[in-house]
């Protein structure tokens, strides 16, 4: 069985530039979640779907940050525009439904300078 | 406000000795435990899980110990390998937060061999 695909691995743009990140989950699972990691600290969720609803969006920066899940597959994070302090980790995981085990991708590494 | 904290940033064990790496929360309404375990590059990936009705979850060299009245979990290995070397989340997560999972900053382990 595949696991959670992200794109890109790396991502280096300078501030105020737009950057996308792509999430591809395992198959048959419904729950999709994007976490942000900083530097020596866990994950924190930006948003959480269940299939293409977004059922907590409530850490995400709504301002800069958007997301969205077609078909209840694939998922686009979008942050426009990026600021130095965007610079993490991004995480994307999923799970066959809310309460089962979460799955991570290895994540996207951005800096922002 | 951190709710789940792991106040050792770092651990180092010999190989063939005994790790334990703790964990305190804050939040009485925490029903559910876990651990995740993440090499460098990688996603965190799941290790075990304890419910709030256990106090003690094994499965092979990984032993995880619940201490509602304290608030406080840990997580042994033994015997610890070189291979255990990585960084260890806990987590947890409450049925009244829709299973809202949050992550401690992590504890990174050195197996010595």
């Known amino acids: 069985e595949a696991g959670v695909v992200q794109s890109p691995r790396y991502k280096i743009i300078e501030k105020k530039q737009p950057v996308a990140f792509w999430c591809n989950p395992i198959s048959g699972h419904n729950t999709l979640y994007w976490y942000l990691q900083n530097l020596g600290q866990g994950p924190e969720l930006l948003i959480r779907?269940?299939?293409?609803?977004?059922?907590?969006d409530s850490q995400l920066p709504k301002d800069r940050f958007s997301a969205e899940r077609l078909k209840g597959v694939d998922s686009t994070l979008k942050i426009q525009p990026a600021e130095l302090g965007d610079s993490a980790v991004y995480l994307c995981?999923?799970?066959?439904?809310?309460?089962?085990?979460?799955?991570f991708g290895p994540g996207t590494r951005l800096l922002v300078l | 406000d951190q709710q789940v904290k792991q106040n050792s940033p770092s651990l180092s064990v010999q190989e063939g000795r005994i790790s334990i790496l703790n964990c305190d929360y804050t939040n009485s309404m925490f029903d559910y435990f876990l651990w995740y375990k993440k090499y460098p590059a990688e996603g965190p990936t799941f290790l075990i899980s304890?419910?709030?009705?256990?106090d003690k979850n094994e499965d092979g060299r990984f032993t995880v110990f619940l201490n509602k009245s304290a608030k406080h979990l840990s997580l042994h290995i033994v015997p610890s390998q070189p291979g255990d070397s990585a960084v260890y989340f806990c987590a947890a997560s409450d049925m009244s937060s829709y299973d809202k999972v949050i992550f401690g900053p992590g504890t990174s382990l050195s197996v010595i061999p």
């Open positions: 995981a999923s799970s066959r439904t809310g309460r089962e085990t979460q799955y």
């Open positions: 304890i419910s709030s009705i256990k």
């Open positions: 779907y269940e299939n293409e609803e977004a059922v907590d």
